[in-house]
């Protein structure tokens, strides 16, 4: 048996494809609502959260089309200026409105430019995914492949939080062996003051030549000296 693609006539086939399961796009995706007007042109495809309350945007084509793209990061202001009114609508819903929405755009091919234009953008996170409806038998079923999953600058900030964490550490330990050496040098300054003992040195050197006790000594040892001889020539 071989399989087959089938064409997608209109858009409301393919929402209704992905939005009957949505855990082909991304696991843990729980719809919201669907078809929001946004302006006279654009219109939210799909809304929905992920498990963690992130609210995510679907923005779908049957054909390769560029504008989905400024559909999408228009859908996506929209919804970050009502984060809050839709948490308080959507009440049943685990919404966290402090978080800024994402954009998954799915389309059956994308042009380079497009490509480009998404991994350029900052500050925002856009995944793109090409669609497949495939034929086996008596079996059909929309294949979806991530083709470019973008991260917001946020995060490449936070992955480093233990490489921070840990040139802090090393950073400390750093610190601490220069630290270390520092108390020495305290140490050694006041070990340093020999010009100090130097100026005494010569004080003490100027002292004896003003008292010149010294010629005593000398007159003390020749007594006794003389005093033997005497007696020999006595005997």
Not at 15 to 32: A, R, Y
Not at 171 to 191: D, I, M, R
Request: glycine fraction near 2%; include cysteine; charged fraction near 35%.
């Amino acid at each position: 048996m071989s399989i087959e693609k089938i064409k997608i006539e209109g858009q409301e086939e393919l929402q209704q494809l992905i939005t009957k399961d949505l855990n082909i796009v991304e696991k843990d995706l729980t719809l919201i609502c669907n078809n929001v007007p946004i302006n006279d042109k654009t219109t939210l495809d799909v809304l929905c959260h992920d498990n963690n309350g992130q609210l995510v945007i679907v923005q779908m084509s049957i054909a390769e089309d560029d504008i989905m793209l400024l559909h999408g990061i228009q859908s996506m202001d929209y919804i970050d200026k009502f984060k809050s009114f839709l948490k308080a609508t959507y009440n049943k819903h685990k919404i966290d409105d402090k978080e800024k929405a994402r954009l998954i755009l799915i389309a059956p091919s994308f042009s380079d430019a497009l490509r480009s234009a998404v991994e350029s953008m900052k500050g925002m996170r856009v995944d793109l995914y090409e669609w497949e409806y495939l034929k086996l038998g008596d079996h059909k079923g929309l294949r979806l492949q991530p083709i470019f999953a973008s991260t917001p600058a946020e995060v490449p900030f936070e992955k480093p939080k233990e490489e921070k964490s840990e040139e802090k550490k090393h950073n400390s330990k750093h610190k601490k062996k220069e630290s270390t050496p520092e108390p020495e040098s305290k140490e050694a300054e006041p070990e340093l003051p020999t010009p100090e003992q130097s100026e005494p040195s010569k004080t003490e050197d100027l002292q004896p030549p003003a008292e010149e006790p010294v010629k005593e000594e000398p007159t003390v040892e020749p007594a006794p000296e003389h005093t033997p001889k005497k007696k020999l020539r006595l005997f």
